[in-house]
């Protein structure tokens, strides 16, 4: 069971949006995708046969997993994660400084 899933609510740790909140789009190995955060720009052709106009845009780079942390509401911090099996014989994923479940 992974620590860090899609949709999960995480802060960044490490690198120029140190600090910045935001929510898992897409995993890729041991990489993020997070939504609206460490962006870079990319010189694009314009392709009319596509209806792609030209020119420069940002778009989401992936960050390491490394680099992130799950995001604790509660305490406003980041978190660490630990997983337990629950009463229903079901895994689920906690965190550690409360020992609270995450939804």
Known sequence: MQKIKLNDEIIIIAGKDKGSIGIVTKMVDSKVLVEGLNLAKKHVKPNPNKGVTGGITEIEMPLAISNVAIYNSRTKKADRVGIRISKNS???????SNDKSIV
């Not at 079901?90 to 550690?96: A, N, S």
């Open 90 to 96: 079901i895994k689920e994923r906690f965190f550690k």
